[in-house]
């Protein structure tokens, strides 16, 4: 079992940055972030799999860094230049095995948080 917990959602202005955390019991070789937008499925927004490259959705990279502190068992998503459409419920996740099926793949993770809210007003 892999307990999460985010935190760090707000609300900010478009162009605004917000630094998004993740705490965990222990730590799986696969960890991601999802967000969910209302009516929306639930996509894929940045992964790490074991000491591989960060892994991002196109409509982030360049934008949003993910990173890991082992020592402090903690899951970070750094949020810069913010869209509107960054708007959604975010999600932290952790997979039992290795997201060998695709870090992008929900069905690939087996943890999840229960979420915090990042608005992004125009």
């Known amino acids: 079992q892999v307990q999460l917990a985010e935190s760090g959602g707000g609300s900010v202005q478009s162009g605004g940055s917000l630094r998004l955390s993740c705490t965990y019991s222990?730590?799986?070789?696969?960890m991601g972030w999802f967000r969910q937008a209302p009516g929306m499925a639930r996509e894929a927004v940045a992964a790490?799999?074991?000491?591989?490259?960060?892994r991002y959705t196109d409509s982030v990279r360049g934008r949003f860094t993910v990173s890991k502190d082992n020592a402090n068992n903690t899951l970070y998503l750094q949020m810069n230049s913010l869209k509107p459409e960054d708007t959604a419920m975010y999600y932290c996740?952790?997979?039992?095995?290795?997201?060998?099926?695709?870090?992008?793949?929900?069905?690939?993770?087996?943890?999840w948080g229960q979420g915090t809210q990042v608005t992004v007003s125009a």
């Open positions: 996740a952790a997979s039992a095995r290795y997201c060998s099926g695709g870090w992008w793949y929900i069905t690939e993770y087996n943890y």
């Open positions: 790490l799999v074991g000491d591989g490259p960060q």
């Open positions: 222990r730590s799986p070789y696969c």
